[in-house]
């Protein structure tokens, strides 16, 4: 959480890290990759709304009120996930790295402000919400593992900082713990009555 807060302000030592540690990682990328990153980058928001509509049509299909209440749990995480990380994304205004330095290079899209970075906010918001929910190996390790892949990709591809991309990674779990202790009390609610 230090990391998010020490990130949104412009000291030197923070700040040299952050872009030497981005021009490493996309001057350095393994251009082959691109296509890879792209898609991984991509799959952010298309997951991050598939997974509550997926348990919406799992809990109807199969008539499992607990399905239910986790899509409502991860649908309405998900959506205030979104509106907080655009809220401080245009509170900050922080340029995208390609931006500010023309030795990063763009692969992808990237236009709004670049702090947090809001694919890495969705994939760990994601993740978080689906380990809280789920609690086994086979659902925690895949998970995480994309999330992972997708705030490396943010970087890799050059249109986020590495401390966008950890407070997005901070964000998205804060968020998901946040909403899962809100939803985990009414579970308890709804089992008494």
Aim: charged fraction near 15%.
């Amino acid at each position: 959480m230090m990391v998010f807060i020490l990130s949104m302000f412009p000291f030197g030592n923070m700040q040299a890290w952050d872009i030497n540690l981005l021009r490493n990682i996309n001057n350095g990328r393994n251009v082959a990759m691109d296509g890879f990153f792209r898609m991984i980058t991509d799959s952010a928001a298309p997951v991050a709304i598939f997974v509550p509509v997926a348990l919406f049509l799992s809990a109807f299909l199969f008539k499992d009120k607990l399905t239910g209440q986790i899509a409502v749990y991860s649908a309405l995480t998900f959506l205030v996930t979104c509106i907080i990380d655009t809220g401080i994304k245009h509170m900050i205004n922080k340029p995208r790295p390609f931006v500010t330095y023309n030795f990063i290079e763009k692969i992808t899209s990237g236009g709004s402000p670049s702090f947090p970075s809001g694919h890495t906010t969705d994939a760990f918001v994601t993740a978080a919400v689906l380990s809280l929910a789920f609690r086994k190996w086979y659902v925690v390790v895949p998970v995480y593992a994309w999330a992972l892949l997708v705030a490396y990709s943010r970087m890799d591809l050059g249109v986020h900082y590495p401390s966008d991309v950890l407070a997005g990674m901070c964000l998205g779990t804060v968020l998901a713990f946040i909403g899962y202790r809100l939803w985990h009390s009414r579970i308890f609610i709804i089992k008494e009555l």
